[in-house]
């Protein structure tokens, strides 16, 4: 499979916004890449780009070696070699598993021996070998996600684009479609562009992470960075659970910084560029505990139960306006209006813009 590379990519519905703004990105050879954000914020638009059913209003789109899309330039989606799968699986009803999996190769003329083996192969990756003669509507949702899968298997493509895959199925079967891609990816070797918005399966299932956010590329990292140290209060507050809290940087020394926050003074990680002066401080739940000595004083708001742990939302008595987000040892058991000090073991400086 080839790589991808997009240089300033750009795509206008309207003249006053685009739709996908300037975005920079290259996918390595066989990386799984997930693509982020919250609705309409140009996802499906940018994947579009790159199938070719969307033409660019500015910017360069190359898969490997080949430039696919630039100004005047467009190769058509059919010669672009780019396997698609969408939320609807879009499956023929009248006709066999084999067939919706061997339909497009037989449109392109191939038959007999080389046909038979391209579809046996595509299904047993899937693993349907033994639902070759079912038709879709005997076929769980997961198994018709498969098919799908498997019909773009089977033309070979370069590149792989999935649209939001798993939105129609119920959360029992997303999870264990999540790991069917994720061996899909391992089996295949494939160069995969996933497209999401639940933060939870990006981060499960992808090499790196493109964060977008109004139609610009926001972050582009490894799950474990991005949940980290997030570039923006927007990746912040989209990645994880955690409390986006104003905070006062007194000195910022190789990787870590000194900050007055919420009454308390820390240190915390920073990026190696923080100056003194206000900032954005993120504070995850698992990262704050119970203390005696210093820390945050708050006021416990609300407690949720969640078994082998308490999610407890506090009103911080620096800020009540803010809320903070605390995981609560089980054998640990505060109520609504207790006060009590939170010691903070790890916090990030968001950047500033
Ligand atoms: N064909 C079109 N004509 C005009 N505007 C469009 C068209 N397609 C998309 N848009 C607009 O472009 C923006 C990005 O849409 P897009 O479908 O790419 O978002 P998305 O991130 O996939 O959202 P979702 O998570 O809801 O699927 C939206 O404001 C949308 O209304
Ligand atoms: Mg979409």
């Known amino acids: 499979m080839a790589g991808l590379t997009l240089e300033r990519a750009t795509r206008r519905f309207s003249a006053d916004r685009a739709a ?14 997930a693509v982020l954000g919250p609705s309409g914020c140009g996802k499906t638009t940018l994947l579009r780009l790159v199938a070719g059913f969307e033409r660019l209003d500015d910017g360069v789109i190359r898969l490997g070696a080949e430039t696919v899309s630039a100004p005047g330039l467009h190769v058509p989606p059919e010669d672009r070699r780019v396997g698609v799968v969408f939320q609807s699986y879009a499956l023929w009803p009248h006709m066999t598993v084999a067939r919706n999996v061997g339909y497009a190769l037989e449109v392109r003329g191939l038959r007999g021996a080389e046909y038979q083996k391209r579809v046996d192969a595509a299904l047993g990756t899937v693993g349907l070998a033994d639902y070759a003669e079912r038709r879709p509507a005997s076929l769980s949702g997961g198994q018709r996600q498969r098919v799908a899968l498997a019909r773009c ?17 119920d959360v029992h079967l997303r999870h264990a479609m999540q790991e069917e891609f994720a061996q899909f990816h391992r089996a295949t070797g494939a160069t995969m562009l996933y497209v999401t918005h639940d933060q939870a399966e990006a981060l499960a299932l992808a090499d790196r992470v493109a964060v977008m956010d109004g139609g610009k590329l926001v972050q582009l990292a490894d799950p474990r960075t991005l949940y980290r140290e997030p570039a923006t209060v927007m990746v912040a507050g989209f990645i994880g659970k955690g409390a986006v809290v104003p905070g006062l940087v007194l000195d910022g020394h190789g990787g870590h910084a000194t900050i007055e926050v919420l009454g308390a003074r820390v240190t915390l990680r920073a990026p190696a560029e923080a100056r003194p002066g206000p900032a954005h401080i993120l504070l995850r739940p698992e990262a704050l505990s119970l203390t005696a000595g210093d820390g945050i004083a708050a006021t416990v708001r609300r407690i949720v139960y969640q078994g082998a742990q308490n999610a407890v939302e506090l009103a911080p008595a620096a800020a009540p306006e803010q809320t903070l987000h605390w995981l609560a040892p089980a054998d640990a058991s505060p109520k609504p209006g207790d006060a009590l000090r939170l010691a903070v073991a790890d916090g990030w400086v968001i950047p500033k813009p």
């Open 153 to 169: 298997l089977a033309m070979d493509p370069r590149l792989v684009l999935l649209d939001e895959p798993l939105a129609n199925l």
């Open 20 to 33: 996908v703004d300037q975005v920079d990105l290259a996918v390595a050879e066989g990386e799984f890449l």
